[in-house]
Structure formats: C-alpha cells, structure tokens
C-alpha cells in the first residue's frame, strides 16, 4: 500500500480537530494501565515488557494534539510509575513527561489515525523512551547500565504491535462531538 | 513580554516540569531520602486495587474448578439425589479451600518453629519497570512491618523491606543488583556477600581465593548485616572458581526458586546456629593383613596389661604409672576423702622388682630413671618439666617385630613382656 506524504501530514483545520475525552476515562485508563503493570507480571512474567503507561500517554498525547497536556499526563503516569519502582521519584517522570511532548507535537502534524502510522509511532515511542531513561540512569543516578539496541527494537516492535491493537480500542472511548 | 511567553509557552511549560523534576530528583538523591508523600499516594492508590483484583482472581479460580468438579461429579454419580450432589460440592469446595490454604499452613507451621516473630504476607503486586526485582506484598506499617526488615519462606530468604505503607510493604528481591547480605558456608564457615544480579542467580562476592567453597555447598545466613538472623538459608552453589581478586561463586537463592507468593516477614529475628555439614559414613575396604604378620601386629597392639590396647602416648604411661603406685598403696582415685594421706607417687612400682629392679623412696632432687614408667623422659610427677632429651636405652630403641620403628616405645620392655 503506498501513503502519500498527502495522507501523512496534516494541512487543514479539520485535520488538525483535537479529540476529546471524558474525565473518567482520563484518569482510569491510565490507573487501569498502571495496574497492570504492577499485577499481571506475578502470573505472566514476559507481560513486564509490555508498557502500558507509555502506550497510554502517547495515546492520548497523540489524540489531544496539544504538547501541555500531553506533558502533564507524561509527568502524571510517570510519576505514578515512579512511586511503584524502587527507583528515585523523576526518573520515570521526566522520561515520559518529554514522550508526552514529542508525542503531542507529532500528533499535530501526522495523521495519527493510521495504523501503519501508529506502529511506527509505537515503535519509535518505545525505542526513544528506553533511550531517554538509559541516559537518564547513566548520568543522573550513576548507574552503569546496558543499552541493548537490538532487544528494545524487539520489545518495541510488540510494543507498537500491542499499541496498535489498544489504540483502537481506546478510539471507542472518544466523546463524540 | 505576553507575546514572547505565548509564543514559547509549550517549550516554557516543558522545561519548567522538567525542571521541578530534576530538583525532585536531585533532593532525594543528595539527601537519600524518599519524598514519602508522593509514593504514599500512589501505593494507596494501586495496592487496594490490586488486593482486590487478587481477592477476586482467587475466588473466580476457586469457583470455576469447583464448577468443573461438580460437573465430573454430575456425570459421574447422575443418579444421587441432589441434596447429595449439594453435600458433595460443599465438601469439595471445603477441600479446595483447604487446598489453598496449605502453603499458609506450612508457612504457619516454619513460624510457629522458627525462634524469631514473624508476620506472613501475600505478594499483591511487581514494581514496575521491566528489570526490576522488587515486589508488593500485603502487610504494611499498620501491622508493624519495617523498612529493612528481612523477608523468607521455609526454603530460604526472599529479600528485605524497601519501604513500608500503611497498607501495603515494596520488598527487594535476592536478585535484585541492589541487594547484598552477609553470608557463611556450611562446611568451611567462608564468610562474604550476597549480591543479586538482576537475573535467576546470585553472586558472593569478597571471598578470597584462598578460601575453599565448594560447588553444591550450603551458604547461610551470618548476621552479620543486621537484617536477616543468622543460620537462615541461602542456597546452594552452583558454581565456584577463583576470580581477581576474589572468587567469583555463583548460589541459586533457593527462597525464590518456585516463585513467590506466600512470604514471611521477620519483624524480630533471632540468631540461629547454622547446622553442621555431615558427611555421609561410606563404609572403607580394608585388604587382608598379611600372612603371618597379624599375630605379632595383634601381640604388639594388645601388649597392655590384661590384653588391653598398648599404651600409645607420654601421658598414658605417666597415668598409668601413677594409676600403678596408687593401687600398691591402695590409694583410690577420686574416692579419697579430703585431708586424708595422699599416695606417695615417688615411689616406684612393684612390677619393677619383677623386671629386678629395687624399690626404694627417692631421695631429694633424684629423677626416676626408668624408662619402663615414664617412656624414658625425665622430670617427677609434681614437677612436670618439659621432657629432656636422653639417650634411651639399647632395649627400648630396639623395635619390636612388626613395630614401626617410629614408635619405639611401644617396644618398652614392660609393654613387650605383659605381667602374666
């Protein structure tokens, strides 16, 4: 299938519409992400690859289009992460806090309604997450830790593949206008 | 001003957030301090959750094989009433219960045998990041769980308290790269640390090499960390070669190795000893002796009076000499009364005169010469000198047949020729 640079990038005020969701969703989804992270690795363990909360803000940092939200839902989710780790409270936070722009600030020029869109996403999302806390390990916290390339482009390639699926689920959730 | 703060407002917001978090980050680090208010928060927030989800799963696991069973028990016995199949379905369902609640019991049964307080709890919920070895479990502060409390199970340790909420505790995990403690070994009592690796397997570290621990050797706990008591188990090596500059030996933390889900937390712990390596008795071939030697051997090795075993060492012999004196003077050891006439052990014994020699009281100062009574050394019972070199004579410095040669006094006159 070819995808023209005119389906990729957003010209028009219609294209660029933000979408919106309701509170609750807001706020369990990411809770619903969280939890699942901390519970489902006691009885499946390679399920601790997965992650959730990062799929969840670059989601709704992609559908909301706008770079301070989506900064502040990194934060959050991050945060929140941070607080079930045994690492310092930031490390987490920071690393989604920058996803969460970058996301947002992509989202206002691509068409993130494509799935093929959305795996790259997913994938470059996941790679650059792992990047961004490696460093942040390396020369904040000390930690003299491994960057390997060619696992976290697997784990971000079934990151993208799980994403895709979840975007679509969440699309359900939008409130229609 | 406006304009320029509007224009760059996003990248403002950005670097302001980030920002606030490098301080966040940088207050706990320098200070090694928790901001306790924000985690508090979120495991209150998750852990209830999760000790639902877990409730509920329990509960649904339990119904459904419950279900399936009753469904066997259907087919199996249609024709049984249905008050019967409702008795049956009660009674399995009480077995299934009883099932579960199994591995609380033998962790209820190590609790109530083992000397220190502890507290049982369920794992609830994994710390989140893909490598880390840190776990939820379901006893917080409210039940006096601590922060660096050690954590087991029967088999062995688990890890230690990371911190403690109200409602729920984070542990460490043995494998965890952060984790170290004090560790001995069974059989040599090695002494070093137990690190985790981030993986199945933990490493001792400071051991030198000089040290001797050997593969599938128990290491235990030592104390010495002040957090788990000492004498609990560890596990067992499952590699061990020398390393620079200390050995590199590789242990299975047995308290992880089916997983875990029930645990103990050790709110008081007692020091144990840690239990002596036995070796298992393998029974040792013995070759014939040879032809025409075992009698003399045997006539040697029973040469003591009475056909007793010979008189081996310096002290057996001054025992025996004195044993000897005191019962011509019928002087009884340890029976005597105090304040009563001690035996006069200057004098020699009488089977000195069998061998011709004369019996009389030592004069001042004089030694005993005989080599038959004191192995040919020097130096009077009181006294107790150190031995002096001497030349012994030519009879005992002539082995007996079939004697080494490096026992000569096994050849001593008195001992060759037994009293008959």
Redesign the interface.
Known sequence: MRYSDEHVLLHTQRDTRTSRFKGWVLVLVP?AA??F???I??FFQFL??L?L?LIVTVYFALMRRS??GG??VG?IVG????????????????TK??IG?VAASVGLRLDVDHPMIRLILGLFFFVFHQFIFWVLSRV??GQQMNFETQRTLVLGLLNAIVAVSLFHFLDKLKQRT | MDTLLNRYRNITVLLLVIFAQLILLAYQVKNDKDVRLIRLAAVTAVTPLARAIETVRGGTDGFLQNYVLLRDARSENGHLRSELGKLKLENQFLRTELGTADRAKALGAFEARSPSKMIAARVIATATGASASAVFVDRGSTSGVEKGMAVVTPDGIVGKVLAAYPTASQVLLATDPGFAAGVVSQKNHVHGILKGQGHGNCHVDYVQNEEKVETGEWFYTSGDDRIFPKGMQVGQVTAARAGNPFQEITVDPIGLANGVEEVLIVLAGIHQEIPDFKTAAQPMYLAPAVPGTAKEAQAVSTSGPNGTPALTTDADKITARYREVGEEQGHKFGENPPGSRPADFNLEPKMGEKDGAVVKPRAAGETPVSGAANGGRQGGPSTMKPPAPASPSPASTKPAPGVSPSHPKAASPAQANPPQ
């Open positions: 809770l969280i939890l992270q901390v519970y690795p006691l601790a690859y992650e909360p770079p301070i900064l502040l934060a945060l929140a992460q941070d607080s079930l780790s045994k690492n310092p409270l930031g490390m987490f936070g920071i806090t920058i722009y904040l916290l």
